[in-house]
């Protein structure tokens, strides 16, 4: 009787469920095609993006920036420019099989003092991802941990990474460990910090929603805190990889034997200045490497969000 | 029958109401007896909620009106288990949720709401969302969930977006999976707050079909709150008007209007007499919370 009833309301009703008249939500085509899909896609961006001003505005900036330093320097070497290495030297030193200052592309030291400097990014910026995340995680979910450890975190933080110096090296007998400390400690702050205000940032509800589920505060924990903060936290990775390698240059320039900072300091105490720009290009090279890394794992890992953009 | 007395107590359930979906005895009953909820009671000591008593049958969908801030949510939320109550019990079926020896209910999937604001996890796809639940809760296998999920999808009208992300879907389409995101459960009770505020009118009215629709293929009594009274009318079996400041349920006027509804419903001459008697209550609440609300400013 009461299944006669329930049948009696359902069936003539409205019919099937209507769409409410969104556009752009029709189901993807079937699996097979999707490779080349893919494929046609980004040729046509590779067309778009390089029959757009994009490249070419790029192509102009680079070309300004080596003209205008090769004008100031090379050619006119006006004001104090004169003093500097040119274009042209430091093209040269740097491409030659025999640079006259000692350090180019084809000379080991280059590569031994980039993997030096390398090898102290990871070191730093792996303990300070092992280290920092979980921290700020911590700090961020839990009231009570946040209370009493807040307060001493964010009085070490403001201290400059320099005023760390001292300490480190008496701290750390060998050569390596204090400049290693000095990267891992800016890093860890960053870290931390992000990650402790992308867990502040997770709207209320989703822990709502996922108690209601049935969720334990274990499965809230690692369904929506650590989902929810990554964005904050790929951000503080970021800020973490930058100030990591402004302190690692600083320690290298204070303390280190080897590395691409300590390259730079010293070719200034001996007078060979193109190594020094050597050394700051390769810098910049680098450091523009690491963030697009991160920012690609970022992508890689939130997945959503990349395509919520599109 | 298979289950006579279960069956004579479901009629009874819904005596005196041809249209009470049909619903297991002992399934979904809601009593909430004298709550009152206190905000900040060593402080400011805002009554929210005072003395409410509400009794929803199994089965029932029942809609709460009531002008904005006069305690809806608080009210939903108490019953969610998401804050705590000052006073009063709190029973589904034969379990206390809250009472006076347990001020708060623990929040679970007997009783799934649905927020406001789409609380779809951004960072999961669309399946994934929908079988959250029953995964977390360890109640089915991760290929049961799935296969359930999908089928509950297709019912709903979703089939083809599980690999979506929420953000890929229209608000509408949200909701719907949000909805269905609960129903998964099997819950008890679904708790809706104010599901399709700031949607347009049209996507509204469609969505209204389409959740009768969805209800009447799950056994589940639905407690769904609105400011909005026409849509009070259109779905509820019964409609409770609340009183603002302090919130209280005034008053619970049964819509006789037989279901299935769809949008013709809206100009028959017994809706627009509904209509109008329940308007009549909520603006005389309206008006006070709005010389309430003078007074204060004064
Ligand atoms: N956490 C809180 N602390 C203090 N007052 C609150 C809190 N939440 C809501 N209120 C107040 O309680 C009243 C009822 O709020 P709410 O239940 O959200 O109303 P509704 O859902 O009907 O719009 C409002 O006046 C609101 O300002
Ligand atoms: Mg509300």
Request: hydrophobic share 45%; with cysteine; glycine share 8%.
């Amino acid at each position: 009787m009461a299944t006669q009833r329930a049948a009696a309301r359902t069936a003539p009703s409205s019919p099937a469920l209507p769409d409410d008249g969104s556009v752009g939500t029709q189901p993807g085509p079937a699996d097979p095609q999707e490779g080349a899909v893919k494929r046609e896609l980004f040729k046509y961006r590779l067309r778009k993006w390089l029959f757009s001003p994009r490249p070419f505005l790029m192509l102009i900036g680079f070309a300004a920036f080596l003209g205008g330093w090769y004008l100031l320097v090379d050619v006119l070497g006006v004001w104090r420019f004169g003093t500097l290495p040119g274009l042209v030297e430091v093209v040269t030193e740097w491409t030659a099989r025999e640079p006259a200052y000692g350090v180019s592309l084809f000379t080991s030291e280059y590569y031994t003092h980039i993997w030096v400097s390398l090898r102290r990014i990871l070191l730093a910026f792996f303990a300070a991802l092992a280290l920092g995340i979980p921290l700020g995680l911590f700090l961020g979910w839990s009231t009570r941990f946040r209370e009493f450890s807040f307060p001493v975190f964010e009085l070490f933080r403001p201290i400059p990474i320099l005023a760390w110096v001292p300490l480190a090296i008496i701290m750390f007998a060998s050569d390596e460990a204090p400049v290693i400390f000095l990267t891992f400690l800016a890093a860890f702050f960053a870290t931390a910090l992000n990650t402790l205000l992308g867990v502040q940032s997770i709207d209320r509800e989703y822990m709502r929603a996922a108690f209601c589920l049935g969720s334990s505060s274990r499965q809230v924990f690692r369904h929506v805190v650590v989902p929810g903060a990554l964005p904050f936290i790929f951000t503080g990775l970021q800020i973490a990889m930058g100030v990591a390698w402004f302190s690692l240059v600083a320690g290298e320039m204070v303390a280190g034997k080897f590395g691409l900072g300590y390259l730079i300091n010293s070719s200034y105490t001996t007078t060979r200045y193109p190594t020094i720009i050597i050394g700051m290009i390769t810098l910049g090279a680098i450091g523009f490497l690491s963030s697009a890394i991160i920012r690609l794992v970022g992508n890689r890992l939130m997945v959503y969000r990349a395509r919520a953009m599109a | 029958m298979a289950r006579p007395v279960a069956q004579a107590a479901a009629d009874e359930a819904r005596a005196g109401d041809g249209q009470a979906r049909p619903a297991e005895v002992g399934k979904g009953e809601l009593r909430v007896e004298h709550v009152s909820k206190v905000y900040d009671p060593e402080g400011a000591a805002f009554v929210a909620v005072d003395d409410a008593s509400m009794h929803i049958a199994p089965g029932e969908l029942r809609v709460i009106v009531g002008p904005s801030g006069c305690g809806k949510s608080t009210f939903l939320n108490a019953i969610a288990g998401f804050h705590s109550i000052s006073s009063g019990e709190i029973w589904l079926d034969d379990e206390l949720l809250c009472g006076p020896n347990k001020p708060q209910a623990k929040p679970g999937a007997d009783r799934v709401v649905v927020f406001q604001h789409n609380a779809l996890f951004p960072w999961k796809t669309v399946l994934d969302n929908v079988t959250y639940g029953p995964i977390v809760q360890e109640r089915l296998s991760k290929k049961e969930a799935r296969d359930l999920g999908r089928e509950r999808m297709e019912q709903a009208g979703l089939a083809g977006l599980e690999d979506r992300y929420p953000s890929e879907l229209s608000s509408g389409m949200q909701r719907r999976v949000e909805i269905v995101r609960a129903l998964v459960n099997d819950p008890k009770v679904l708790l809706l707050d104010e599901p399709f505020r700031g949607m347009d009118s049209l996507t509204k009215s469609v969505m209204h079909e389409s959740l009768l629709e969805i209800f009447d293929k799950n056994k589940v009594t639905v407690m769904f709150i609105t400011h909005d009274i026409d849509e009070a009318v259109f779905l509820g079996d019964k409609v409770s008007v609340m009183s603002t400041r302090p919130g209280r349920i005034k008053e619970t006027i049964e819509v006789d209007i037989p279901r299935p509804r769809d949008y013709r419903v809206l100009t028959s001459p017994r809706f627009r007499e509904l209509m109008a008697g329940i308007h009549g209550e909520v603006e005389i609440e309206a008006r006070k919370a709005f010389e309430a609300g003078e007074r204060e400013m004064a």
